[in-house]
């Protein structure tokens, strides 16, 4: 496993560029519209790793009730797993509270599940199976 990326909630991804792009000197490498998730995002590649800065597209999107309760900021660490399904299996034999109990569709077409705060100490994890 490894970290895929960093899910980072901000009020605007074009105002967030503006320090992890022109000042911090990172990349924009990809751009989307998450439709089902109600989330625009960037992502920008650091080491192996990457950081995803998200922006709400509609009122009811998880990032825009984040954002209003605490301005934006660290919003979830996501895990890469070679087979989402057998870790959500796993997860869930070990009394881990799952969001999302079978996967969903994500950025760049990968399979992505969140698991809740109240199993992984306060952070919202979410699994991610590569498109390969
Ligand atoms: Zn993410």
């Known amino acids: ?44 590649p650091i080491g192996e790793t990457r950081i995803e800065l998200l922006e709400a597209t509609s009122e009811d999107s998880p990032i825009a009730k984040f954002v209003e309760k605490r301005g ?7 895990v890469e797993v070679e087979n989402i399904e057998e870790s959500l299996a796993k997860l869930k034999a070990n009394g881990a509270r799952l969001i999302d109990e079978q996967p969903r569709i994500g950025a760049e077409g990968c399979l992505v599940a969140f698991v809740h705060p109240s199993s992984a100490g306060g952070v919202l994890l979410e699994l991610i199976q590569e498109n390969k």
């Open 1 to 44: 496993m490894k970290i895929s990326h960093l899910g980072i909630a901000t009020k605007g991804i074009d105002e967030a560029l503006k320090f992890w792009q022109d000042a911090l000197g990172l990349e924009n490498v990809h751009a989307e519209e998450v439709a089902e998730q109600k989330v625009r995002v960037a992502m920008l």
């Open 72 to 78: 934006g900021g660290i919003h979830h660490i996501a």
